[in-house]
């Protein structure tokens, strides 16, 4: 698969939407050498880290231009998709690609909006920013091959790309890695906080919580090993970690059960913003 600045199947790019992850997708495809003169961004405020993009020669326009694009990425908040995509046809041709990396809009919704073509529902997560990302995919039938290897170079500037074989996964996909690094953050957090309250100075305390979260995911990332065998390599017979897990309950509810709850929880919310709701 060609780096996204050597896809000359990409062609013109129109991203609509250059907040946080519209942003960082930018600056993922730029840093892969994608040329800026090929793409705009529709955005009344975008994101000052966009700044630079603009300068290098990314076009910005407040409102959407009346000239047809290749591929639309569509990247503003679900509560603002209908409003936003309004008059985005005036900026497409009938084979133009769309793909959404909004929560929970649908493929009906798109194409019901935007006209039966090539629609890719995508879920990045934040770690894009720094090249680390994951993303899920989902095309509908009008997805050949040709957009699917467009769809991946644009992607996978990101971090790897997962291509699933039904839309119900997309929301899955949003409970465990769309909203996943939240998870890791409050982990963050809650360790730092509990080092506080032991007595540690708070600075000292978030930086063990901070190493120690990036640290145990690169182990991850690098390692053969599954995290369950990490963690018990981890967790010494009688020793301080046994100690700490048996709070945490990880073989029989606890965490592992309140994990289940909340990506539930994210999961159906993304049902909901399908349907509309605030
Ligand atoms: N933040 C995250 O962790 C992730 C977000 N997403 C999805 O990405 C989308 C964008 O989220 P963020 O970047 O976090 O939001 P954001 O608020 O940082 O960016 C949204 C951008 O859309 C712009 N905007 C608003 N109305 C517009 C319009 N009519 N036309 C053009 N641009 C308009 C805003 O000015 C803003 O810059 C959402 O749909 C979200 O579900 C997906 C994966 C992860
Ligand atoms: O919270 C949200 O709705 C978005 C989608 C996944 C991450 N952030």
């Known amino acids: 698969m060609p780096a996204v600045g050597q896809s000359a199947s990409v062609g013109r790019l129109l991203l609509l939407g250059g907040g946080n992850m519209g942003g ?12 800026p003169a090929t793409v705009t961004v529709v955005d009344p405020r975008p994101s000052e880290t966009l700044a630079p993009a603009f300068a290098a020669g990314v076009r910005h326009e407040a409102s959407i231009p009346a000239q047809p694009h290749d591929v639309v990425i569509l990247a503003v908040k679900p509560q603002m998709m209908r409003e936003a995509i309004g008059a985005l046809t005036a900026a497409m041709a009938p084979d133009t690609l769309v793909i959404s ?4 809009i649908t493929v009906a919704f798109l194409e019901e909006h935007l006209g039966r073509r090539p629609v890719v529902r995508a879920m990045p997560n934040t770690p894009a920013l720094i090249g680390r990302g994951i993303t899920g995919a989902f095309g ?3 997805v050949g091959g040709v ?7 644009l992607l996978k500037a990101s971090g790897p790309v997962e291509w699933v074989h039904s839309e119900a996964e997309i929301d899955m996909v ?13 982990m963050a957090e809650a360790l730092a906080e509990a080092g506080v309250a032991l007595g540690l100075e ?6 063990l919580a901070r190493h120690t ?5 690169e182990l991850m990332i690098r ?18 970690t046994e100690a700490a897990l048996k709070v945490l309950s990880v073989d029989d509810g606890g965490l592992k059960e309140l994990m289940r709850h909340a990506v539930d929880a994210a999961r159906r919310r993304a049902g909901e913003l399908a349907r509309g709701e605030a």
């Open 101 to 104: 990396i909004a929560a929970g």
């Open 202 to 207: 708070p600075a000292l305390a978030m930086r």
């Open 213 to 217: 979260m990036a640290g145990a995911g």
């Open 223 to 240: 390692s053969d090993d599954e995290p369950a065998q990490l963690r018990r390599n981890v967790t010494s017979p009688k020793g301080t």
């Open 147 to 153: 957009q699917r290897a467009t769809t991946t170079a």
């Open 140 to 142: 509908n039938a009008l």
């Open 24 to 35: 960082a997708m930018l600056r993922g495809w730029m840093a892969e050498g994608l040329d």
């Open 174 to 186: 949003t409970a465990v890695s769309g909203s996943g690094p939240a998870y890791v953050f409050l």
